[in-house]
């Protein structure tokens, strides 16, 4: 591909070729791609296994968490429906009775005391739910010093 067949008047035999070779990049490319393709298939095959068949139902995906939020003003609510704190052990021990399995996410707001989030996840804990956890953003620029 990058072959000279003479120069005209007037040109340095000496003069560098201006063109790039590509022949060798392309025979190691190709090297390359018949190699990711014969070992490909063997890396997600694993140890081969014949599977016992097995007449269980399949194990159903979790149900979504149910979300608890408690606003800047205190206010509490389930999902999108406000809830008064004191209705709220019954309402959720109803939701409990409903779904055994439930796991609840609490959102506080940053600006609310963390004794006041803290009571809503021990109302929580009194309705019998034994799955909750806190929500948080991910924090922009971990690492930044300050």
């Known amino acids: 591909m990058a072959f000279s067949l003479g120069g005209s008047e ?7 070729m201006s063109e790039i070779n590509v022949t060798p990049f392309v025979d190691v490319m190709l090297v390359l ?5 014969v070992a490909a298939p063997m890396m997600t095959a694993g140890v081969p296994v014949d599977l016992p068949r ?7 995906t979790p149900a979504p968490p149910l979300v608890l939020t408690v606003t800047r ?4 609510f389930i999902g999108d429906e406000r809830v008064e704190e004191a209705a709220l052990p019954e309402r959720l021990a109803a939701l409990k009775a409903a779904n055994p399995d439930i796991a609840v996410h609490v959102r506080g ?3 609310e005391p963390y004794g006041e989030v ?10 019998g739910i034994q799955r909750v956890s806190l929500i948080a953003e991910a924090e922009s620029g971990a690492g930044r010093a300050r």
Not at 10 to 16: V, Y
Not at 33 to 37: C, H, N, Q, T
């Open 10 to 16: 007037g040109e340095d035999d000496a003069a560098p």
């Open 33 to 37: 791609l018949i190699i990711f393709m």
């Open 54 to 60: 097995s007449g269980a139902p399949r194990v159903a």
């Open 73 to 76: 003003e205190g206010a509490v």
């Open 109 to 111: 707001d940053r600006v």
């Open 118 to 127: 803290l009571r809503v996840m021990g109302r929580v804990a009194t309705a």
